[in-house]
Structures are given as structure tokens and as C-alpha cells.
T-cell receptor, first 116, second 114 residues
Framework: EPEVTQTPSHQVTQMGQEVILRCVPI?????FYWYRQILGQKVEFLVS????????KSEIFDDQFSVERPDGSNFTLKIRSTKLEDSAMYFC??????????????FGQGTRLTVV | KNQVEQSPQSLIILEGKNCTLQ??????????LRWYKQDTGRGPVSLTI?????NTKSNGRYTATLDADTKQSSLHITASQLSDSASYIC?????????????FGAGTRLAVHP
């Protein structure tokens, strides 16, 4: 069964360092998302990406964050200068499209980012 | 404000018993409602997805209901198993700028004990 894969599963970084979280969405999907979940809290939307550009972003997604689809398969989230409060589980999701107006979003297993 | 509220926050049941989880939402314009299962430290996995016109949908031992008039949904788990222990998240999708946007509830943490 196709799945969204994320690497690494766990990343520890020092405050102020740059991190890149990687995702390989399901191959024929067109819409890509990043979410985060701080430990014990609800999942929060960060950004959606379609047709090689950001379609929507939340207030969390400030200038420290960026997304890229550098080739036909990878979808990355970069945090330029990490802060302690960036410690969270980051989920990538993708979905395809049908003529019915909605399709299921499939989530990856997540990358646990720990900023020390 | 678009919100999704779930209850109870946590629930403990014995293996083999049934349970029902609740979701109330104030999301507009409504597109669809999803229930996800999230094991600790893992990504959410879809259980059901329902549109405005669907009142109930089943996936094995999971049955979701939707009342779009009262903006309420429930997830009923039948004959619970130890592997059902997880967080169950209600997610409501609405249209924003031509795109579907997901609003997540805080989840109900279910523990199934032997």
C-alpha cells in the first residue's frame, strides 16, 4: 500500500541551527502539507503546497520556515534558526484529487524534532 | 471561529466493551469530517471520512455518525481490542480560498484494559 515516508524519524539539533525535514509523498498525489504536534497538544496546520507553490500557511509558519519540492518526489520543510519551542513532532501529509471535491489525506509517521 | 471540540478527553474501558466518542464542531463552510486514529508517536491514520450528505459510515468495528444540522459527530467502537488503545482525532475540513483546510480536535485518548 502506498505511504508517505518521512526522514529522519528523530532529529536532535542545537538552538539556532538549521534543520531540514524530508518527506516523500505518495507518488501520484498533488497536494502536500506539513503539520506539527507539540507533545501533549493537538495537531496544528503549518503549510499547504500545490502546483509548486504555497497555497496556504498558518501564523506559525513565519519567515524561519520554508518548504520546497526540489525534485519530483521529495517535499522538505526547512527551519532556518531553530528555537526551543520548535521541538515537536512534524507530520507530512499528501493527498490526490478526484472529481468529488475531497480526497483522503495520508500522513507520514512523523519526525520528532528536539531542539536543545 | 472554526473549532473542533472532542469529549471525553480520555476514556478507559475493558477489552470487549463498546464505547462512543463525541465531536462537536463550529466550522464553516463545512466540507467533510474525518476520524483518525493516532498511536503514540505515530502519524494519524484515517478511519472514516464523511461529507455533508452522509449520516453514517463504518470501517470494520468503527462506525462514525454525522449530524450536520447540530454539527455533531460520534465514533462508536464495537467489541474493543487492546490494539484500539490510541488517540482518536476528529478533523473537520472546510473550504478556504478554494482549498480544503483541516481543523483538528484535541483528540480522545482511549485506553483499553484487559
Amino acid at each position: 500500500e502506498p505511504e508517505v515516508t518521512q526522514t529522519p524519524s528523530h532529529q536532535v539539533t542545537q538552538m539556532g541551527q538549521e534543520v531540514i525535514l524530508r518527506c516523500v509523498p505518495i507518488s501520484n498525489h498533488l497536494y502536500f502539507y506539513w503539520y506539527r504536534q507539540i507533545l501533549g497538544q493537538k495537531v496544528e496546520f503549518l503549510v499547504s503546497f500545490y502546483n509548486n507553490e504555497i497555497s496556504e500557511k498558518s501564523e506559525i509558519f513565519d519567515d524561519q520556515f520554508s518548504v520546497e519540492r526540489p525534485d519530483g518526489s521529495n517535499f522538505t520543510l526547512k527551519i532556518r534558526s531553530t528555537k526551543l519551542e520548535d521541538s515537536a513532532m512534524y507530520f507530512c501529509a499528501s493527498r490526490g484529487t478526484t472529481g468529488y471535491g475531497y480526497t483522503e489525506a495520508f500522513f507520514g509517521q512523523g519526525t520528532r524534532l528536539t531542539v536543545v | 471561529k472554526n473549532q473542533v471540540e472532542q469529549s471525553p478527553q480520555s476514556l478507559i474501558i475493558l477489552e470487549g466493551k463498546n464505547c462512543t466518542l463525541q465531536c462537536n464542531y463550529t466550522v464553516s463552510p463545512f466540507s467533510n469530517l474525518r476520524w483518525y486514529k493516532q498511536d503514540t508517536g505515530r502519524g494519524p491514520v484515517s478511519l472514516t471520512i464523511m461529507t455533508f450528505s452522509e449520516n453514517t459510515k463504518s470501517n470494520g468495528r468503527y462506525t462514525a455518525t454525522l449530524d450536520a444540522d447540530t454539527k455533531q459527530s460520534s465514533l462508536h467502537i464495537t467489541a474493543s481490542q487492546l490494539s484500539d488503545s490510541a488517540s482518536y482525532i476528529c478533523v473537520v475540513s472546510f473550504l478556504s480560498g478554494g482549498y480544503n483546510k483541516l481543523i483538528f480536535g484535541a483528540g480522545t485518548r482511549l485506553a483499553v484494559h484487559p
